[in-house]
């Protein structure tokens, strides 16, 4: 007994330590086109880079939502708020027909949630798991009754939303069996029955859905959602026995809500794997890059140098005259003042000389070493071809300067104001006081929300529209949900350091530090704030289209928009006289 006792001991302990590289290295392997099929369920570059990047710095970040009797309640955007986006998006592909059938299976959660909830708080305990077993079985009667009464679904499009629900309120029924409050900890649950929910929805979402291709990503929404109900949401009323300030996902990528998806998902992809095979062969990329150049070159095979070097600069130049197109008329609508630039008569000399080349391409190092060349130098030509259009660093830089100042200088001040108000004696506590510690965080995580909502729905935030700049995505359009959780991402850096610091700072005038224990813990925040706006003004000096990490990640950029200027009237003309 001993020694299985032991087994399972190392075996919890590995899992802890091994089994968050393990899944984020399986969700990068899905979400990367060249490795995997993952874009059919719903996990592209950017899924990755949300739950990955925005995992790893989100979980700095908490965002209030709830306060009780003293009490308050956050969400941590890596380990909790980024994953069910992303978990609500997979299910918003998967839907069938309009969007409001969506809602039918998440209503049946909800409600069989609210009532769990109110059972709890009028006894005072736990209900147990055969009541919530009953109660979840109870909603999804009704749902499978208004689902199957539905003649607007087909029969199949029925199947998905009734699987839905089923995935979910088995994860919810499941995560609350084997999950506890342990009072001043949070939410625990033991090795290997965290393992369980997961799995079983993995196997269950992929041998349901096998037709439908979609099934791995069916288990991570599922999963995902389930666990987040089952462990943070159900669980609530044991936790307000006593005052906390606690985060649902706060344990960041080791949390429940955070790795249950991914496992869900690599399970899924297991049993796909070895039941049903690969649902399709994984996309072949376009042809012809500089890269497939260069290794033509490296392996010796220099004819084959000068056709992928032409179709790498045509796909440049096609990209390039799109994306100048759909910037006009307003971004550059004033001939001559920031109008697209045609490629100057040598770029197209230049590159009819390698048409040329790869119509009879002669097998000479030196001939594809030229082109090689020449093809580098034409590129970042085509790219240059972009300067007029984009916003400087330090025109970017004075925008979200002006962007701080409009949505953390209130609440900080305001701040400053509380801790200055209170007694010597009372001041000194708020490094441990719940409100004190709640408002911090909401300095740091609100203005995150706010820039996401702004790019999303204007394509510009205050201090950059202030500025004459716009957020686009390739095309030239606003960008979308996505796009700006990616791009805002590294922004939660600066935003939670600043709120934190200038918190320090706060609390050390109260507790006698002087002037210079004061001016120290605000120049480190300086410092820290600074450190990666300093590394993103690099990023945008030196980037091609002037793009920072989050830009990059996201693949968007940032354009100057260019006023219209008043053209003079036209010249009257008056009829000679016969």
């Known amino acids: 007994m001993q020694l299985l006792e032991l087994l399972v001991d190392v075996a ?10 393990i899944l984020l290295a399986v969700l990068f392997l899905v979400s990367w086109q060249e490795f995997g099929d993952g874009p059919r369920f719903g996990f592209d570059q950017r899924t990755f880079w949300l739950l990955f990047v925005g995992g790893i710095v989100g979980s700095l970040a908490n965002l209030p939502i709830f306060a009780y009797d003293g009490s308050i309640l956050a969400v941590n955007l890596g380990g909790a708020l980024f994953p069910v986006l992303v978990s609500l998006g997979i299910l918003w592909r998967a839907r069938p ?9 998440l209503a049946g959660i909800a409600g069989g949630s609210a009532v769990v909830l109110f059972l709890e708080v009028a006894t005072g305990s736990d209900v147990g798991p055969l009541v919530v077993t009953g109660l979840f079985a109870l909603f999804g009667a009704l749902v499978a009754a208004v689902t199957l009464g539905s003649g607007s679904t087909s029969r199949a499009d029925r199947g998905t939303l009734l699987l839905a629900y089923v995935l979910v309120a088995g994860a919810v029924v499941g995560t609350y069996l084997t999950t506890s409050v342990a009072p001043g900890v949070g939410i625990i649950s033991l090795f290997p029955l965290y393992l369980i929910s997961p799995a079983v929805v993995g196997v269950a979402a992929v041998g349901f859905r096998p037709a439908r291709s979609d099934g791995p990503g069916f288990a ?12 943070d949401v159900l669980h609530q009323p044991a936790l307000y026995a006593s005052p906390f300030l606690g985060a649902i996902g706060g344990a960041g990528i080791n949390d429940l809500v955070y790795l249950s998806g991914p496992l869900a998902l690599t399970v899924g992809l297991l049993v796909e794997r070895l039941f049903h095979g690969p649902a399709q062969t994984r ?10 150049a260069w290794r033509a070159f490296e392996d010796g095979r220099y004819a084959e140098v000068p056709l992928p070097v032409v179709r790498a600069l045509e796909t440049t130049k096609a990209d390039l005259a799109r994306d100048l197109r759909s910037l006009s ?46 093809a580098t130098f034409l590129r970042a030509g085509y790219q240059a071809l972009w300067a007029p259009h984009l916003g400087s660093a330090a025109r970017r830089a004075a925008g979200f300067l002006i962007d701080l100042a409009l949505t953390m200088a209130i609440p900080l001040a305001l701040l400053g104001l509380w801790v200055g108000g209170l007694p010597v004696s009372t001041a000194g506590g708020l490094a441990n006081s719940i409100p004190f510690n709640a408002a911090v965080f909401a ?36 960008p979308d949900l996505w796009d700006g959780l990616v791009r805002n991402v590294p922004k939660l850096i600066p935003l939670n350091a600043i709120a934190l610091g200038t918190a320090v700072g706060l609390l050390l005038v109260p507790a006698g530090a002087g002037p210079l224990g004061v001016a120290s813990a605000l120049l480190g925040t300086i410092i820290v704030a600074g450190i990666p706006c300093g590394v993103g003004f690099l990023l945008i000096s030196a980037s091609p289209r002037r793009q920072r990490l989050g830009d990059l990640l996201a693949r968007t950029w940032v354009i100057r928009e260019i006023p219209r200027r ?12 016969a």
């Open 97 to 105: 027909g309009s969007p409001r059938t969506l809602l039918l299976p």
């Open 12 to 21: 919890g302990l590995t899992s802890s330590v091994g089994l968050t590289p």
């Open 566 to 577: 008043p053209q003079p009237p036209a010249p009257q003309r008056y009829p000679l006289p």
């Open 329 to 374: 008329p307003p971004a550059v609508p004033n001939p001559g003042e920031g109008a697209p630039l045609p490629p100057p008569p040598w770029m197209e000399a230049d590159l009819e000389n390698l048409r040329s080349l790869a119509a009879r391409p002669p097998n000479d190092r030196r001939e594809a070493w030229r082109a090689l060349a020449a």
């Open 220 to 231: 991570y929404a599922t999963a995902t959602l389930g666990v987040l109900v089952g462990a």
């Open 283 to 292: 996309p072949v990329p376009s042809p012809g890059s500089l890269q497939e």
């Open 443 to 478: 300095i740091g995580s609100a203005p995150f929300l706010v820039f996401v909502a702004f790019e999303v729905r204007t394509g510009s935030t205050p201090g950059k529209r202030w500025l004459g700049l716009r957020v686009v995505r390739p095309g030239g359009g606003p």
